[in-house]
């Protein structure tokens, strides 16, 4: 099956920098979308984005699909930014529907 | 609308009992799915429906676990005699149609003792 492997897997910056986020998979994909996962465990959607880029304040995402990655850029990080950022693909499931696949996510501790 | 609602938030059951989660999907959304997420892991895609219909399921949905939408609306996911390896957090989330985002409730989130 797909593979969905997201770099690096933990991070570290001070507050005010800016860090990318990679997402990688192995085949072709109906869509993909970012997720930020609070410490509350609830899962925010950042970008839906199956190909082409777009912005939302100090996020950014980008998704290649001839290439088969996504990046997420985080600009003048924030303490709140802290958390887990996931990658989400949507494939062909075994059974003629669809199914979505997670990396492992990268997780993300912004200090003041 | 206040989004993708799940009940209950929490549930501590003792082995071998059943348990049933319920989870109402933001009005109009066609698709539904049902996730685990164990610590430190990402979501783990367990099963889909597109209205009433279950279109996908997981090979991680094992002969215990079943998952109903039977008036296209809210969905149930209920696992039969539970083990202490069902322990994790369960996700529901909806979206509009094929290749539109997804929403994802708060989760419930099961022990098993």
């Known amino acids: 099956g797909i593979q969905v492997e997201q770099s690096p897997p933990d991070l570290i910056l001070q507050e005010g920098a800016n860090s990318t986020l990679r997402c990688n998979f192995s085949?072709?994909?109906?869509?993909l979308q970012w997720f930020h996962q609070n410490p509350w465990g609830q899962l925010i959607n950042l970008f839906y984005?199956?190909?082409g880029t777009k912005q939302n304040g100090r996020l950014s995402a980008t998704t290649v699909a001839t290439e088969r990655y996504s990046l997420l850029y985080i600009s003048s990080s924030q303490t709140t930014d802290s958390g887990v950022y996931f990658c989400?693909?949507?494939?062909?499931?075994?059974?003629?529907?669809?199914?979505?696949?997670f990396g492992a996510g990268t997780r993300l501790f912004v200090k003041a | 609308d206040t989004g993708v609602s799940q009940n209950p938030r929490h549930k501590i059951t003792k082995r071998g009992q059943n348990v049933t989660f319920r989870c109402d999907p933001i009005?109009?959304?066609?698709?539904l799915y049902w996730y685990r997420q164990t610590l430190g892991q990402g979501p783990e895609f367990l099963t889909y429906?597109?209205?009433?219909?279950?279109?996908?399921k997981s090979r991680l949905l094992s002969d215990r676990f079943s998952a109903e939408r039977p008036k296209g609306s809210f969905s149930t996911l209920e696992i039969q005699r539970t083990e202490q390896g069902d322990s994790a957090m369960y996700l529901c989330?909806?979206?509009?149609?094929?290749?539109?985002?997804?929403?994802f409730g708060q989760g419930t989130r099961l022990t098993v003792v």
């Open positions: 984005i199956p190909s």
């Open positions: 429906f597109q209205n009433e219909a279950q279109l996908e």
């Open positions: 989400a693909v949507e494939v062909r499931g075994n059974t003629g529907g669809f199914k979505t696949i």
């Open positions: 085949d072709s994909v109906n869509n």
């Open positions: 989330a909806s979206s509009l149609a094929l290749n539109t985002e997804a929403f």
């Open positions: 009005s109009e959304h066609n698709r």
